[in-house]
């Protein structure tokens, strides 16, 4: 509804009779102006401050100074950037290859294969870059251990580390083109599922031999679909913290993420003028490859190969190579997930560490699970993690319906600003997001209310990084709804929000699940942003994990062998969900 | 509820985003209470907008719309339609799919503005699908119901409230053709014995003059005749009111001969013809002479009558049952006629054909 008042009225009962007819939108759009912009722009005022935040003594650009001239800043960058491109390429390369072979060819078990693509999204990054530090760890790693004996076996001197060291850029490369898969396997299957077959069989009939065809044809075609699921990996790569935190820091590896958080969390004192200095430039560079990569699927949709007609492409038989195919999902699966999980579990079966071997099968025990229950902590970090998972599904999910039903209903200048404000934080890395509130809320006038160091500014952490997320798939489903169910409820004399609860929500009610159960997993997993905030009363079951990491490894693993247990079946059922909703459109 | 409307203007981006282009300009008309409205024209020519406006549902950019002694919009102000005292009936039926029969009709009742106690709520909701004779449908949900059934709900649901005024937005267009008779039979009784004024929009031309007291016919955001459906159908102000109520046939001419009795003559490439001339046109103009064509008689021969003839060929003839529609070339000109089906034509036939002067029309050329 526009925004209208009476024309006879005087100017007082007018804007009362404005603020009355549009409280819903002012409401929503104060509130996403809080969430988003205020924190962000309190990071921008930050950069520019000296001393802590909550008293600055007064304007410079001496932080900016101290970044530009850190010779650690620009490697830090530069490493960034190699890390999550050299990552992409591994796991594209890889996500392409699998999802070729799991829609388009005679590869036996294709079913399995599907399952054993989805479950590494049950493991969090932290307790994978963990499992793998365990293997890999220069001294102590598992395997690194294992090589050691068989190089002594066959009499080299192997001295007392390596061969491999994780803790390396090269090691952070892998960590990220492994975790990199899923999400690029998932963007990129669809189009080889849609993709129309008399594109190939033209080829084909033009004397174009299968390879060529493949390469000449299919790649070609595909390629917009390709490139933008790369892009958006590569954007999710630049801002990985989890294994940075856990195999870069020991081995001295800075990445931009992990130099804002120990920049603010670790050294001592906090510098959080350059921190925000950091922040400020990190983002600047998301917005850069974000519009770049809306460029791109711009792109992409104008090349339309993808017809959407459903219809099952050609099976390529590849003969005596289906076995050894499958053993590529199997190796994949052993690396994403066996091993990392096995290592985690061995671990948290011993009293202390020890490299697997039978010599030390006499030590299992539960003790370190039982540990878990019995430290005093764990009740109010289990209901920390159960608010916070609870409260934050909901508040955002709330939230995104209504800012996705302006922005679909909505006309004029309003609703573009508000479809852009809810899309930034796409480009603001957690570790940003987390730094900018906790700035936000430790100097006035924000910390009056008195959320840092509550669940609360958790919440508000978490609902700000999924907003992007949850308004897309609010838009997609309120588009699908008849503007004339909802004109009927309001013509029937209900008032807009009245209408909006009564009716629109309940229509969409399976998309609203669906992005709820999305948001309640991916809160319960999240780990920069409580980390970042955490405080003695906020802490969360993955925070508490990583307090135990630090000082008695075989808890901390217990706790992750049971954070992993507890995520598969939320994982798999947040996926039946989203292929159902999926099938209805 | 009497329903004035004056002035109404409405402009839309168009598609490109560049410039604007008028949906309504200056739209008046005024509706008596209990009066069945039509606005009748085809589809873009702002009958619905009009609607929409009246509704809520739009704001117009310039004019008033009031229900009874209330002003509900004007220039810069629009009262939301939750607020309105009106009932509306959607072409898509709006039916929710997520409630039953029973809840979708008593919404107004438990969320609109006017809420009532459960029992009165669930009294006035059955006398109302009583009326529609859908008592035995309350607690199926909405989605297992017919085209025909939903459309009924979404009456219902219109009018459980008491509104005094019903819109109705094309109700009729998704549902077959001997449903659309039926309901049409039925909102006309039910408006009727209710009491309430109703404006209908339609594209059908037949709806509209078999259901309406009146009929406004629009045309390019304008309202361009507006009458009681006979009088429209006998006396259209424009070719273009001519051509839309129903078929007609028309013929260039100008008027060689005026009298005093109105019988004046007119000459067309088909011969010089009698016609009552209407004051406002005078000898020597140029006119459309416009004929019905269930107007014409089929002869054989030109001669034994004072009415009018023309000359011509059957080039194909469609038998409808009721009568025989023929298509017939004269001078150049294919021309409608509508015969008795008792008749005999047969294709490639040569025929005149009659008409009296009281049958025709003239309009001024320029009108098209």
Known sequence: ?585 | MEITVTNLTKNFSSMDGEGKFAALSDVSFKIKQGQFYTLLGPSGCGKSTTLRCIAGLEDPDDGEIRLGDQLVAARGMSMPPNERPIGMVFQSYAIWPHMTVFNNVAFPLKHGRQRVSKAERTRRVMEVLSLMQMEHLAHRPAPYLSGGQQQRVALARALVSSSEVLLLDEPLSNLDAKLREDLRAEIKDLTRKLGVTAIYVTHDQLEALAMSDRIAVMHGGKIVQEAAPRELYLNPKTSFVAQFIGQINFFDGQIVETQNSNLGAVETAHGTWRCSVPSTLSKGQKVQVAVRPEAFRVSPSAEGTVNNTLEGKVEKSVFLGEAIECFIRSAGKMITAKVSATKDVIDGQSIFLRFSPEACLLLPAESN
């Open chain 1, 1 to 585: 509804m526009a925004v209208t008042f009476p024309v006879e009225q005087a100017l007082l009962p007018r804007i009362w009779q404005w603020l009355r007819t549009n409280t819903m939108s002012i409401i929503v759009i104060g509130l996403v102006i809080f969430l988003v912009f205020v924190p962000i722009s309190r990071l921008l005022i930050s950069s520019f401050q000296l001393g802590h935040p909550a008293f600055p003594d007064g304007w410079t650009l001496s932080n900016y100074e101290s970044a530009f001239t850190a010779e650690n800043f620009y490697i830090t960058l530069a490493r960034t950037f190699w890390i999550a491109a050299v990552g992409t390429v591994i796991s594209l390369a890889l996500a392409v290859l699998l999802a070729f072979l799991v829609e388009r060819t005679d590869m036996p078990f294709r079913n399995l294969a599907w399952v054993m693509i989805l479950i590494p999204m049950a493991i969090p990054g932290i307790l994978f870059a963990m499992g793998w530090n365990l293997l890999l760890a220069p001294k102590s790693g598992a395997v690194n251990v294992f090589l050691r004996d068989v190089l002594s076996m066959v009499g080299g001197s192997p001295g007392d580390q390596g061969p491999v060291n994780l803790y390396s850029v090269g090691g952070l490369i892998f960590l990220d083109g492994i975790r990199g898969v899923t999400t690029i396997f998932l963007m990129v299957v669809g189009s080889f599922r849609m993709m129309d077959p008399t594109l190939e069989e033209a080829a084909r009939v033009s004397k174009a031999s299968r390879i060529t065809t493949f390469f000449k044809v299919t790649l070609p075609a595909l390629s917009p679909a390709i490139l933008a699921a790369g892009m958006y990996s590569f954007i999710l790569s630049m801002e990985s913290f989890e294994a940075a935190l856990a195999v870069g820091l020991p081995g001295g590896v800075f990445v931009l993420s992990t130099l804002i958080y120990f920049t603010t969390r670790v050294q001592p004192p906090p510098d959080y003028g350059l921190g925000a200095v950091f922040g400020v430039i990190f983002m600047a560079i998301m917005i850069l490859l974000l519009i770049l990569y809306r460029r791109a699927v711009n792109h992409a949709e104008r090349f339309s190969t993808i017809t959407g007609k459903g219809f099952r492409p050609r099976i390529i038989s590849i003969g005596k190579w289906r076995y050894p195919a499958f053993f590529l999902f199997l190796a994949y699966f052993v690396i994403a997930v066996v091993l990392p999980f096995a290592i985690l579990a061995w671990v948290a079966l011993l009293p202390s560490y020890r490299p697997p071997s039978l010599d030390v099968l006499h030590l299992l025990t539960f003790k370190n699970f039982a540990a878990v229950f019995q430290d005093p902590a764990i009740w109010k970090v289990l209901w920390n993690t159960l608010v916070l998972m609870l409260i934050t599904a909901t508040v955002t999910m709330l939230l995104a319906f209504f800012v996705s039903w302006m922005i679909v209903r909505g006309h004029g200048k309003g609703k573009t600003a508000l479809d852009i404000l809810v899309f930034v934080p796409l480009a603001v890395p957690g570790i940003v997001i987390a730094m900018a509130l906790m700035i936000a809320y430790l100097s006035p006038p924000l910390n009056y209310l008195r959320i840092y160091g509550t669940i609360w500014i958790l919440v508000v952490g978490l609902a700000v990084t999924y907003l992007p997320f949850c308004t897309r798939l609010m838009n997609a489903a309120i588009v699908q709804i008849h503007k004339d169910l909802e004109h009927a409820a309001q013509v029937s004399g209900a008032k807009l929000f009245r209408t909006l609860v009564v009716v629109t929500l309940p229509l969409l009610m399976p998309a609203f699940i669906a992005g709820w159960i999305w948001v309640a997993v991916h809160s319960l997993r999240a780990f920069a942003i409580p980390l970042m905030l955490a405080g003695r009363n906020n802490q969360v079951f993955a925070v508490l994990l990583w307090e135990y990491w630090e000082k008695s490894m075989p808890v901390a693993c217990a706790m992750g062998v049971l954070l992993i247990l507890a995520l598969i079946p939320l994982t798999l059922l947040l996926r039946k969900f989203i292929s159902q909703i999926n099938r209805q459109q």
